[in-house]
């Protein structure tokens, strides 16, 4: 049992995961309107299997899906990649109604110890074992792994006074952010800040734990991350994947 504990403490082997496929693309229609987002395609490999690919490669295979848009599709996917299944605990739990991408955490049974948590529609080659283990030397309750996103915007910005006269001039500025990845390492003891069956989405959650004195982290990283439920990623990430499929694809 002590070997088993450090085990646990050293990295991602026996972690669990909860990855969130139960959103409806709005973002990706009309591709989304009739076919769940998780199940969208790089190559000819949906973006889900993809994922858990990568969460096999890093020793985690308990692996539960939260469903709700079209959720059937997903499950049959499943029953038919019976190899795939073989390689993991596989289970799913079915929303009755969305409860957001916090909430829906309270339907998820046994989560007693550092569960990963992560959207069902990226592509990353992120270093799940580093991330976990940088949560736990930092004791949070709660770690978002984070990427660096430059956002550009294509016209002339013009700053003005209370008189109307322009103060300054920029051209097609360009401001970097660190954005959420939507990756997340929790501790059992944030799911007492999550009521079941209430929707709660991740950015109230976080102002949540804040509030109360929690302490929640940023996971800065460089890697590779691109959020298929954007039309211009899901653009880049078929491109990517078709160069480096065998990179993604191999467990």
Request: proline share 5%; charged share 25%.
């Amino acid at each position: 049992m002590r070997n088993e504990n450090r085990a646990k403490r050293k990295g991602a082997a026996n972690v669990r995961a909860v990855i969130l496929a139960g959103g409806k693309g709005v973002r990706l229609h009309p591709f989304t309107v009739n076919f769940p987002k998780p199940l969208v395609p790089l190559g000819d490999t949906p973006i889900i299997e993809v994922l858990i690919r990568r969460l096999i490669r890093s020793g985690i295979t308990d692996i539960t899906l939260t469903l709700g848009h079209l959720s059937e599709l997903i499950k049959a996917y499943f029953q038919h990649r019976r190899t795939l299944a073989q390689k993991i605990n596989l289970r799913f739990v079915e929303e009755e109604k969305p409860t957001g991408t916090a909430g829906s955490l309270s339907l998820v049974p046994g989560l007693d110890d550092t569960f990963l948590v992560m959207n069902g529609d990226l592509l990353t080659d992120l270093d799940f074992n580093a991330l976990i283990r940088f949560h736990r030397r930092q004791k949070a309750l709660l770690t978002i792994a984070t990427h660096v996103r430059k956002v550009k915007v294509d016209l002339g910005v013009l700053e003005f006074d209370a008189k109307h006269q322009i103060t300054r001039y920029l051209e097609k500025p360009e401001n970097t952010y660190h954005v959420s990845m939507g990756i997340y390492v929790y501790e059992p003891a944030v799911l007492k800040h999550i009521e079941k069956g209430k929707y709660l989405d991740l950015p109230e959650l976080v102002l949540r734990l804040i509030a109360k004195g929690e302490r929640v982290c940023a996971y800065p990283v460089d890697c590779l991350w691109l959020d298929i439920g954007r039309p211009d990623d899901y653009a880049k990430a078929q491109k990517l994947f078709a160069e480096k499929q065998d990179a993604f694809n191999r467990v």
